[in-house]
């Protein structure tokens, strides 16, 4: 009895298995984006990171109510209401933060981006607050009119611009000049609004 004839060659390959993305900790996100920011927003890459951005926008909005002279003198006064006045600031933060977000997603894909809703919103504003938070915690001691504030507010500011560039480019698919004309408005607004005319 022969054997049976071996099977024809053929140039349709078997689908090989699509590696699994391990998950991204918010650890590794918060820090990454300081130190290797763009293997992180590679990595990062179609992701949606909500739960990273909520609590970044409460916690920012907390820590700068305590940098406003006005909280203090309320907290003297009546500590419930200056609770209530931090959790309505830490709550106006989070829509601010979204319609930046969404502003930004909105242009991207005027100027001709591809990228999904969720993850440009929900990273833009995570990087946003990652990189202010050392603003936000220096002037809770110091004046914001110091001089070492105001200069870590530009070096910030400008780092977080990089990175904003550097994700509208990866997640829309533009080129630089287009990824940078998206997300210009929204943060020059945020720089006079938020970080060089604090409320005193």
């Given at each position: 009895?022969?054997?049976?004839?071996?099977?024809?060659?053929?140039?349709?390959?078997?689908?090989?298995?699509?590696?699994?993305?391990?998950?991204?900790?918010?650890?590794?996100?918060?820090?990454?984006?300081?130190?290797?920011?763009?293997?992180?927003?590679?990595?990062?890459?179609?992701?949606?990171?909500?739960?990273?951005?909520?609590?970044?926008?409460?916690?920012?909005?907390?820590?700068?109510?305590?940098?406003?002279?006005?909280?203090?003198?309320?907290?003297?006064?009546?500590?419930?209401?200056?609770?209530?006045?931090?959790?309505?600031?830490?709550?106006?933060?989070?829509?601010?933060?979204?319609?930046?977000?969404?502003?930004?997603?909105?242009?991207?894909?005027?100027?001709?981006?591809?990228?999904?809703?969720?993850?440009?919103?929900?990273?833009?504003?995570?990087?946003?607050?990652?990189?202010?938070?050392?603003?936000?915690?220096?002037a809770t001691w110091l004046p914001p009119q110091a001089t070492f504030v105001q200069a870590l507010t530009w070096t910030t500011w400008g780092f977080g611009y990089v990175l904003a560039v550097l994700l509208i480019r990866g997640q829309h698919h533009l080129p630089t000049h287009k990824a940078a004309a998206a997300i210009s408005v929204?943060?020059?607004?945020?720089?006079?609004?938020?970080?060089?005319?604090?409320?005193?």
């Amino acid at each position: 009895m022969s054997a049976p004839p071996p099977p024809a060659p053929t140039l349709v390959q078997p689908p090989r298995p699509v590696p699994e993305r391990r998950r991204l900790w918010w650890h590794r996100l918060f820090l990454g984006l300081w130190y290797r920011p763009v293997e992180v927003l590679d990595e990062a890459r179609d992701r949606s990171a909500w739960g990273a951005a909520v609590a970044l926008c409460l916690v920012s909005g907390a820590i700068g109510v305590l940098s406003v002279d006005a909280f203090h003198g309320q907290w003297a006064a009546d500590p419930n209401a200056a609770l209530k006045l931090m959790g309505l600031a830490a709550g106006c933060v989070l829509a601010a933060s979204f319609a930046l977000g969404a502003a930004t997603h909105a242009i991207a894909r005027t100027l001709g981006g591809n990228g999904r809703f969720a993850p440009t919103v929900s990273l833009f504003i995570v990087l946003f607050w990652v990189t202010d938070l050392p603003r936000l915690l220096l002037a809770t001691w110091l004046p914001p009119q110091a001089t070492f504030v105001q200069a870590l507010t530009w070096t910030t500011w400008g780092f977080g611009y990089v990175l904003a560039v550097l994700l509208i480019r990866g997640q829309h698919h533009l080129p630089t000049h287009k990824a940078a004309a998206a997300i210009s408005v929204q943060m020059l607004a945020a720089l006079a609004l938020l970080k060089l005319g604090p409320a005193q």
